[in-house]
Nanobody, 116 residues
Framework: VQLQASGGGLVQAGGSLRLSCSAS????????VAWYRQAPGKLRELVAS???????NYSDSVKGRFTISRDNAKNTVYLQMNGLKPEDTAVYYC???????????WGKGTLVTVSS
């Protein structure tokens, strides 16, 4: 599975961005799709995930501001980010886990920069 993330950029605090992650195969083959982020000098952290196609989870830091969704017809996972804060600045990565064998796949990151 190849994952391609896009949609990052520079935005002012309070603004919005939508990230997209296109998968090379069907999303139905994936038990988990998720977004992670890594800020400079910090560990990579889970931002949001969809498990078994329907169970959404969010980190406390983004709950109520970010929404993860998937479009099975387009094999694409989205992360809608509203109310952005400077502390949301990071490289965002999409991640997926295969139903078949638990294989884990990562896309290249997309940089989100939030100015104050």
């Amino acid at each position: 599975v190849q994952l391609q993330a896009s949609g990052g950029g520079l935005v002012q605090a309070g603004g919005s961005l939508r990230l997209s992650c296109s998968a090379s195969g069907s999303l139905h083959s994936l038990s988990v799709v998720a977004w992670y982020r890594q800020a400079p000098g910090k560990l990579r952290e889970l931002v949001a995930s969809i498990i078994s196609g329907r169970i959404e989870n969010y980190s406390d830091s983004v709950k109520g501001r970010f929404t993860i969704s998937r479009d099975n017809a387009k094999n694409t996972v989205y992360l809608q980010m509203n109310g952005l804060k400077p502390e949301d600045t990071a490289v965002y990565y999409c991640n997926a886990v295969l139903w078949l064998n638990g294989g884990i796949f990562w896309g290249k990151g997309t940089l989100v920069t939030v100015s104050s």
